[in-house]
């Protein structure tokens, strides 16, 4: 007899098949709702570490650099990463983290657009861009506008260096216009650094395509990195020779192996490099994104808006009663890949999903975050989370938490 491979569940509602989600290790009876924050485990991920660590590291040692392409992992777990942002080769490397990256591309814009004396960004920003901002700001004698992000193309002029922006809002999912804000920085003369940080592996985005100029991201959140994973920086092609990024390490030298005392820049984006790589952290990273094989954005896309759009349908059908407040655009161009919403009591409600093995986070003041990630959500995950919500407000669960004991990271 012949037993016949049940359906994947949502192969029939969305396209996806259901293969992307076993790549991934999922604790039984666990539904994930932080891809957002710290994606799932790739199981080749799990492969990697071990290769990288017991065949490349032990066996092969200091041969690995050329043997195992460890001098080339920025680049080749930059290439997968620049397939899913609409980059074409020779224009994003993965390395550093989102904050130390966001710095060497700001300080190389704003060197770029000398004589001009503000930099313009959201007033919601992430706040670790926020802080790079202010120090790259300082450094140069300029000037810093934290302006609400549907005021800043009004905002800039002929004064303007640089513009930073996150795509997508980490509280809210807000999503911003990349064309429209490419072009308003460019008829003001400025230049356009991207934050991609809840863009990439979650919707299309098309860096090239709307001439942006600059870009930077995180690697564990929807790419799946693992925790502390490197991040990346995008460089347009057309500015890569004139700029001087300020991190000049001898992992950015033209020729690193000639020891020469003084600095000559790679040629291309790899100029952007600084001190030695995070081999095993990358391999990982570099393996991760192999999960995104076979899938393009658009489909992917896709899933994420059938996902988001039934998380939503539910609040508004079974938990009305229940005083939450979705904080997330309606319409699907103006919504990232999770859907927030708003409660006085949100951090105890997150803390009673979590005993209950549902796992979102909470972001201040009072915004319960849900990320829906298109790899691996399912249909299945979104209905027991609006059941276990419905379910906690019913019973009051969220009473158990202290509201006053939180923990440092949440
Ligand atoms: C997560 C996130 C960061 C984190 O930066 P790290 O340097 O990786 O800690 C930065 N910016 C945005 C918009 C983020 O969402």
Redesign the pocket.
């Known amino acids: 007899m012949i037993a016949s491979k049940p359906m994947p569940h949502d192969v029939a509602a969305t396209g996806v098949p259901g293969s992307l989600r076993e790549r991934f290790h999922i604790a039984p009876g666990l539904r994930y709702f932080d891809g957002n924050s710290l994606g799932l485990m790739p199981r080749a991920a799990a492969q990697a570490a071990m290769r990288a660590v017991t065949q490349e590291w032990a066996e092969g040692l200091i041969l690995s650099w050329n043997q195992a392409g460890w001098d080339t992992l920025p680049q080749r777990a930059g290439e997968k990463i620049a397939r899913l942002v609409g980059a074409a080769p020779g224009q994003l490397v993965a390395c550093d ?4 990256n966001l710095y060497k591309v700001l300080v190389s814009a704003v060197r770029l657009r000398p004589g001009r004396s503000t930099i313009v960004t959201d007033i919601d920003s ?1 706040p ?2 926020l802080y790079i901002i202010d120090q790259v700001a300082r450094q140069f004698g300029l000037r810093v506008q934290q302006i609400p992000a549907s005021a800043m193309a009004a905002a800039l002029d002929t004064q303007t260096a640089a513009v930073v922006l ?1 795509q997508v809002d ?1 509280r809210t999912a807000q999503v911003h216009d990349m064309a429209a804000f490419n072009q308003a920085a460019h008829a003001a003369g400025a230049l356009m650094v991207w ?1 991609l ?2 863009t990439a592996g979650a919707i299309p985005c098309a860096l090239d395509a709307t001439q942006a100029d600059f870009a930077v991201g ?1 690697g564990y ?1 929807y790419l799946n990195g693992g925790p502390g994973a490197p ?1 990346y920086l995008y460089v347009a092609q057309r500015h890569q020779q004139a700029c001087e990024q300020p991190l000049a390490g001898w992992f950015g030298h033209a020729r690193p192996f000639e020891f020469t005392p003084t600095y000559q820049p790679a040629p291309g984006v790899a100029r952007f490099l600084c001190g030695t790589s995070p081999v095993v952290a990358l391999s990982i990273l570099d393996a991760a994104l192999d999960a995104f094989d076979g899938s393009d954005m658009a489909r992917l896309y896709a899933q994420s808006l059938v996902l988001s759009d039934a998380f939503i349908d539910g609040v508004d059908r079974q938990l009305a009663p229940h005083g939450f407040a979705i904080a997330s655009p309606r319409p699907h161009a103006a919504r990232g890949s999770h859907v927030s919403l708003r409660h006085p009591r949100g951090y105890e409600i997150m803390q009673e999903l979590a005993r209950r093995q549902i796992i979102g986070d909470f972001r201040m003041p009072d915004f319960m975050r849900f990320g829906f990630a298109p790899l691996y959500n399912t249909l299945q995950d979104v209905q027991a989370l609006i059941d276990a919500l419905d379910q906690v407000m019913r019973d009051a669960a969220w009473q158990r938490s202290d509201p006053q004991v939180r923990r440092a990271f949440t």
């Open positions: 983290s989102t904050s130390v992430f670790t861009d996150t980490y934050d940080s809840h995180c959140k991040g």
